[in-house]
């Protein structure tokens, strides 16, 4: 457990007997976190479609933000001047903040990397370059006053081959860490996780861990993942890194929202998850169902007079039907905040079945029934076949 005085508290409530799944409690500055626990991301102090106080009443207890795009727009003075990220969005619970780094692979073709930093053609037309070192990405995330922050990594895309740029990376992020916890002008109230790298070498993911773990941190972050690699690539890494990180920390695997990838992470030992796809692909008209999701952009939705989910509690499923929404979706805004809602909501629906079925000794019997009614033929694929059945879960 983490010193009381440390911005970070994490107790771990049940374990799974099967798996290496875990429920905790982690105790931030701004409120309770339970865990396993999936984050939407807010990218520029805004959840997309919905409100501060409508992410209350769901129960959401930590959402993340970006720093690079709010360091751009709109910079850490005015951020400082409004007393931090959370006054300034009206978000009184949790913020994480990433680190700028994840750009390196987004924005590659704008960006320059050297020891210093990260030098960035600007997307603020104000401004001609920007660079993103270390201590300014430190700079930034003290000024925004997210609860969890991220070191800047040097991030290197999972599909590049090259062993060589990538054991770079591995030392460089190790390095850009201790200049970002030397930069840190919050400890008592903000938490740094350093980023384990080395993309799908199980090596440089060995020595990755085995350097941050000497760091006096609260917690730490699988990165360098859901950038195009195989799933069966994937989840040995993610497995690699759970058997290696401590198991008193909680775990962030940086990137990961697709629910199928919840459950198999969760039963690998991951504690934290985010990422874009439920809110984007809500603007794209899909929704999100225990059995995959749809598309009500369909014609075959246009006479369907059910809600989304009869399974869901949001207010869209109890309110509007999914013939309503296929008249609307991508075209009116409304669209976009219903599905949002509800894809939000589904996101927050799973984790917490998946929390209690960890509590109850369920878990594995949830696993199977999950899977059974993703692919109800059966026909399994072999990434979450051969990951499940490494913490004893066999899909028949």
């Known amino acids: ?57 769901m129960n959401l207890q930590i959402m993340l933000s970006n720093t690079y795009h709010l360091g751009t727009r709109p910079g850490p003075e005015v951020l400082k001047k409004a007393g931090g990220l959370h006054k300034f969005m009206n978000w009184d619970r949790n913020l994480l903040t990433d680190s700028g780094g994840f750009q390196m692979v987004s924005l590659l073709k704008l960006a320059e990397i050297t020891e ?132 008193n920390k909680p775990i962030y695997l940086m990137g990961v929202g697709f629910a199928v990838d919840l459950v198999v992470c969760s039963a690998l030992g991951v504690d934290m998850f985010d990422c874009v796809f439920p809110t984007r692909t809500a603007r794209f008209g899909c929704a999100l169902l225990m059995t995959g999701q749809i598309n009500l952009r369909k014609k075959e939705y246009a006479m369907d007079f059910n809600p989304i989910d009869k399974d869901c509690t949001c207010n869209t499923c109890r309110n509007y039907t999914r013939a309503y929404l296929n008249g609307i979706v991508t075209d009116l805004t409304v669209a976009c905040h219903l599905l949002t809602e509800h894809n939000l909501a589904f996101q927050l629906r ?40 490494t913490v004893n879960i066999n899909l028949t």
């Open 1 to 57: 457990m983490a010193n009381t005085k440390t911005p970070l508290i994490f107790e771990i409530i049940g374990e799974c007997k099967t798996t290496k799944a875990r429920v905790g409690r982690m105790t931030l500055p701004h409120g309770p976190v339970d865990t396993p626990v999936f984050m939407p991301v807010g990218t520029q102090g805004t959840l997309k479609g919905m409100l501060p106080e409508q992410l209350k009443a």
């Open 116 to 247: 210093e930093g990260v030098k960035f053609q600007s997307l603020n037309e104000h401004k001609n370059e920007v660079m993103l070192t270390p201590e300014h990405s430190i700079e930034i995330q003290n000024a925004i006053g997210a609860d969890i922050i991220m070191q800047l990594d040097d991030v290197v895309k999972t599909t590049v081959p090259d062993k060589e740029r990538i054991e770079e990376s591995v030392h460089r992020t190790t390095r850009w860490l201790d200049r970002c916890i030397k930069a840190h002008e919050n400890p008592e109230t903000q938490n740094i996780f350093p980023i384990v790298q080395g993309t799908l070498f199980e090596d440089l993911r060995r020595i990755s861990v085995s350097e941050h773990i000497k760091r006096d941190v609260n917690g730490f972050a699988i990165g360098g993942l859901s950038g195009g690699e195989s799933k069966d690539d994937f989840w040995k890494m993610v497995n690699i890194c759970t058997d290696l990180l401590p198991k």
């Open 350 to 389: 799973l984790m917490r079945t998946i929390r209690e079925n960890i509590l109850n000794g369920t878990f594995k019997e949830f696993v199977q029934d999950f899977m059974a009614n993703l692919y109800p033929d059966k026909d399994y694929p072999s990434w979450i076949q051969d990951s499940l059945s």
